[in-house]
């Protein structure tokens, strides 16, 4: 088995403030994935990486970057923190195409 | 526009009584479905899928679901619910040769011992 370990567990910021959540796994896995989920709804796609150096815009791209260093590790960059984009962000890998989608416990986005 | 409903957002019911929780979709084309969980403060967990073949597929602690291609539809069930199901349930539709799944909004299954 492996495991997605997400940093950091909650990440406090301010409003127009570039911040960075991070995302590792070990499942040797191809395909990375963020998500954005808000308080009673379903998850959003931000942004997704099929193999090593690529990515890929989801339909929530907008206000964030990402970056795949390398295979097992997936970073998003909130690039100005805003007041309604307080939520969880999910970050998931899988095998490949249409493959089960395995997640980390997530981090939670709080902009003051 | 590719899409997938789960039409109620809350249900509740008592221990060891069974359960649907409903998802429909709207896609072109061949279709992987999926259904997660997620317990409280937690990243979701697979149940179970479906791609091609026998319509009702099984999946862990008992649950298993039935797609329907008439209905679009890919509900989730279980015969005998335990309090420790009590958590929120996500369906997920992605096209195969497609990496964008599309999840619902959830169903939060409150299970009263």
């Known amino acids: 088995g492996g495991i997605i370990t997400q940093t950091p567990k909650f990440l406090i910021g301010q409003e127009g403030q570039k911040l960075t959540l991070k995302c590792q796994q070990n499942?040797?896995?191809?395909?990375m994935y963020w998500y954005r989920q808000d308080s009673g709804k379903g998850l959003r796609l931000i942004y997704y990486?099929?193999?090593?150096?690529?990515?890929q815009k989801g339909d929530l791209s907008e206000g964030y970057d990402a970056s795949r260093e390398k295979k097992s590790s997936f970073s998003l960059t909130v690039t100005s923190a805003q007041k309604n984009e307080m939520a969880v962000f999910l970050c998931a890998s899988s095998q490949g195409n249409a493959e089960t989608l395995y997640f980390g416990s997530g981090t939670r986005l709080t902009v003051l | 526009t590719q899409t997938v409903s789960q039409s109620d957002a809350h249900v509740t019911v008592f221990e060891g009584d069974s359960v649907e929780l409903r998802c429909n979709y709207s896609?072109?084309?061949?279709?992987?479905l999926s259904w997660y969980i997620q317990h409280h403060g937690r990243g979701l967990q697979f149940l179970l899928k479906y791609y091609s073949g026998n319509p009702v597929v099984q999946g862990v602690n008992g649950f298993e679901a039935e797609f329907s291609k008439s209905d679009s539809s890919f509900h989730l069930r279980k015969a005998s619910v335990h309090w420790s199901d009590s958590a929120v349930y996500f369906c997920?539709?992605?096209?195969?040769?497609?990496?964008?799944?599309?999840f619902g909004a959830g169903t939060r299954l409150k299970v009263i011992a």
């Open positions: 499942f040797n896995h191809d395909t």
């Open positions: 896609y072109g084309g061949s279709i992987y």
């Open positions: 990486s099929i193999t090593e150096n690529d990515l």
């Open positions: 997920a539709a992605v096209n195969t040769g497609n990496y964008k799944y599309v």
